[in-house]
């Protein structure tokens, strides 16, 4: 099956720093999504990407679906506390219908006061 | 809409017990996945339905495992016997059909421990 290599595991940064991690696959997809999951909670959708090259924004982050296909970046500017929390890239490489995402490992982010 | 609504939040077993987790799907949507997590390996697809027909349960571990969805508003995911091994976060999520059928809304997830 696919693999999805998200990095970084983790991240260590000052209130305010901005954040970028990404997310490589074996092979091409064509859906990106980026969620975002709170201690006790299930992910929650943050972006959706659905074309080569497109760049999305929501508020603070902007995600883009790269060129090749075969991987997508995540950028949080001027991080907040409320950021904290477990990163998730996932991919889907059917046409159509809905199929399982296939999830990164995601991506601990911590801010540091 | 109260969104993908999962029971119990939390479950504690002893090894060689029945476990049954419950799933509501959003109103409307018409897939319904089971994931579990775990530190090791994250996110896993175990099964999924569309339409209350399961249509890949290739990510279900072993026999062990069952999954049904009886209606469009409630399915199981059954594990007997249930092993230390089993413990973990599983989650539910739904989506529809169409585009939106990629986004998939999850609910709060039921943390097992089998002792």
């Known amino acids: 099956g696919q693999q999805l290599n998200q990095s970084p595991q983790s991240m260590f940064i000052q209130e305010g720093e901005d954040v970028s991690m990404n997310c490589t696959s074996s092979s091409i997809f064509n859906t990106w999504l980026w969620y975002k999951q709170d201690p006790g909670e299930g992910p929650v959708l943050l972006i959706a990407?659905?074309?080569?090259?497109e760049l999305t924004s929501n508020g603070r982050l902007t995600a883009q679906f790269g060129i090749t296909r075969k991987d997508s970046f995540l950028n949080i500017s001027a991080s907040i506390p409320s950021d904290v929390g477990i990163y998730f890239c996932?991919?889907?490489?059917?046409?159509?219908?809905?199929?399982?995402?296939?999830f990164g490992k995601g991506t601990h982010l911590i801010i540091q006061p | 809409d109260a969104g993908v609504i999962q029971s119990p939040r939390h479950e504690v077993t002893e090894m060689g017990q029945e476990v049954t987790l419950r799933c509501k799907p959003i109103s409307g949507h018409d897939y319904l996945f089971w994931y579990r997590q775990t530190m090791m390996r994250g996110l896993e697809l175990l099964i999924y339905?569309?339409?209350?027909?399961?249509?890949?349960d290739s990510g279900m571990p072993e026999d062990r495992f069952s999954a049904k969805m009886p209606n469009a508003s409630f399915s199981t995911l059954k594990i007997q016997p249930s092993e230390p091994r089993d413990s973990a976060v599983y989650f539910c999520?739904?989506?529809?059909?169409?585009?939106?059928?990629?986004?998939?809304?999850f609910g709060a997830g039921t943390r097992l421990s089998v002792l």
């Open positions: 996932a991919g889907l490489d059917s046409g159509g219908g809905a199929d399982g995402l296939t």
């Open positions: 339905f569309n339409n209350n027909v399961p249509i890949d």
């Open positions: 990407l659905y074309k080569a090259g």
């Open positions: 999520a739904s989506s529809r059909s169409g585009r939106a059928a990629n986004i998939q809304y």
